[in-house]
Nanobody, 115 residues
Framework: QVQLVESGGGLVQPGGSLRLSCAAS????????MSWYRQAPGKERELVAA?????GHTNYKEGRFTISRDNAKNTVYLQMNSLKPEDTAVYYC???????????WGKGTLVTVSS
């Protein structure tokens, strides 16, 4: 079965760092674009970072977050530095491709930034 399993979330103090992992199985990981989204209570889903099958990537949080992937391990990572309380959210891993159109979502991992 297809699975995307996020891990690495937890409680961290402002200014701290976390690295999230998303382990994929049940599909050809190297053929999918990968991305991280987050959703805070009462807010809409927000794109955090994306990395393509080519390795090209975009990070949307002022250089504080960096996405990477290891195709040999079927894993995508999100390195988060200089964390702020506003970063508190459930972080979701997404796998997607256009042809044929397929999207998979993980269940999410909670990140709480608080003193």
């Amino acid at each position: 079965q297809v699975q995307l399993v996020e891990s690495g979330g937890g409680l961290v103090q402002p200014g701290g760092s976390l690295r999230l992992s998303c382990a994929a199985s049940g599909f050809t990981f190297s053929s999918y674009d990968m991305s991280w989204y987050r959703q805070a209570p009462g807010k809409e889903r927000e794109l955090v970072a994306a990395i393509l099958v080519t390795g090209g990537h975009t990070n949307y949080k002022e250089g504080r977050f960096t996405i990477s992937r290891d195709n040999a391990k079927n894993t995508v990572y999100l390195q988060m530095n200089s964390l702020k309380p506003e970063d508190t959210a459930v972080y979701y891993c997404k796998a997607s491709r256009r042809v044929p159109s397929v999207t998979y979502w993980g269940k999410g991992t909670l990140v709480t930034v608080s003193s």
